[in-house]
């Protein structure tokens, strides 16, 4: 249902359980966390407090059958409870809530072949070279952007840095960090070269610290 009413440009990221969620989250990664309070292992509630140690701008909607659940998630501060069945149009209003959020982020410009685009800092994954242009990449598509790869990395902010020499990543999106390639939370993998490694490995290090 929620990936019905997200509309496009959105990605949903559905997790087996409370234990998976958190072993793959990233602190400012998700702009919506739809958690059901009553789930085996750690309960929806538990996840929203360990979410809460590290990420303050998440918004946290929980889904229950039981209304007397509604009162226990205030310490965590939860923007909804929607009980169940999940009426559609309450879960819109949630979804669209976060969406009005998101568009206030940073914005980031660059020149396509249909004129200039705005993307949001935190939706973009990397910039790689392509030839003469630059892709910017996208959860949901790549970019062309008609500038050499040098000029397109000059309007990043100080979370982007590059492992490789055709390739910037948004360090938000990181996941792991290997020998020779990173995965990024969507499952991506960017190569990393020998003579960048300890410079980007730093600069992740830097990132989760601010971050955490």
């Known amino acids: 249902m929620a990936g019905e009413l997200s509309g496009e440009g959105s ?78 149009r309450k879960l819109k209003d949630c979804i669209d809530r976060a969406k009005r959020r998101t568009e206030e982020t940073e914005k980031l410009y660059f020149p396509t072949p249909d004129g200039v685009r705005g993307f949001g800092a935190r939706e973009i994954l990397y910039l790689e070279a392509s030839a003469h242009q630059t892709e910017v990449v996208t959860g949901t598509g790549r970019f062309v952007c008609r500038e050499a790869f040098g000029e397109a990395v000059k309007h990043l902010p100080r979370d982007f840095a590059c492992p490789h020499r055709c390739y910037c990543v948004n360090l938000l999106h990181v996941w792991q960090l290997q020998k020779q390639e990173l995965v990024l939370v969507s499952g991506a993998r960017i190569p990393i070269s020998r003579r960048r490694y300890a410079a980007f490995a730093e600069a992740f290090l830097q990132y989760a610290r601010r971050e955490l």
């Open 11 to 88: 990605q949903i990221f559905p997790f087996l359980s409370g234990g998976d969620f958190l072993f793959r989250y990233r602190p400012g990664f998700f702009d919506l966390l739809l958690l059901d309070v009553q789930m085996p292992g750690d309960d929806g509630l538990r996840v929203a407090r360990e979410v809460r140690r590290s990420d303050d701008g998440v918004m946290l909607v929980f889904v229950t059958a039981l209304s007397d659940y509604v009162f226990e998630g205030y310490d965590v501060g939860a923007a909804q409870y929607l009980l169940k069945p999940v009426d559609r």
